[in-house]
């Protein structure tokens, strides 16, 4: 359900998280071998950016760029909104939906990496019961 906390989604599961200096192959590499979309770019323990498949696709692909050569710090998202592994799942599909992306980073309190949520973890029950409340918020204004 929406209302449970990020850390539940995201317990115990990997994530790729590297250094701007690495190749985009290198990194993409990573992320095929744990079937992940998107890979959190930190320095010195702290997230600076994130780098996902449409970064590699529309930034390195469709640019002409070499990804045997391209480091990822060349294409990155800068300071992508993130979130704490506390606060609702819910909140983290809203920062979503209004900002236009699929993924938000999961962080401590001091920006280190703690993994990713991403819009395909709201499949399943969290979007039967996101569903399910946004019907129950709809009765209610129209009573109001």
Do not use: W
Not at 31 to 56: C, K, N, P, Q, Y
Not at 96 to 112: A, C, I, L, Q, S
């Amino acid at each position: 359900m929406p209302s449970r906390a990020i850390y539940q989604v995201i317990e115990e599961r990997p994530f790729v998280c590297v250094p701007s200096h690495m190749t985009v192959q290198e990194v993409t590499r990573r992320m095929a071998a744990l079937h992940e979309s998107a890979a959190l770019i930190s320095e010195h323990g702290v997230l600076v950016g994130i780098f996902t498949e449409r970064d590699a696709t529309f930034r390195v692909l469709a640019a002409g760029l070499d990804p045997a050569r391209t480091t990822v710090g060349e294409v990155l998202t800068h300071h992508p909104q993130s979130i704490r592994d506390d606060k609702p799942f819910g909140h983290a599909l809203h920062m979503m939906y209004e900002g236009g992306f699929r993924h938000v980073p999961v962080v401590t309190r001091d920006n280190r990496p703690l993994g990713v949520v991403t819009a395909r973890d709201a499949l399943g029950i969290d979007a039967i019961s996101l569903g399910e409340e946004l019907v129950r918020r709809e009765e209610i204004t129209v009573i109001l």
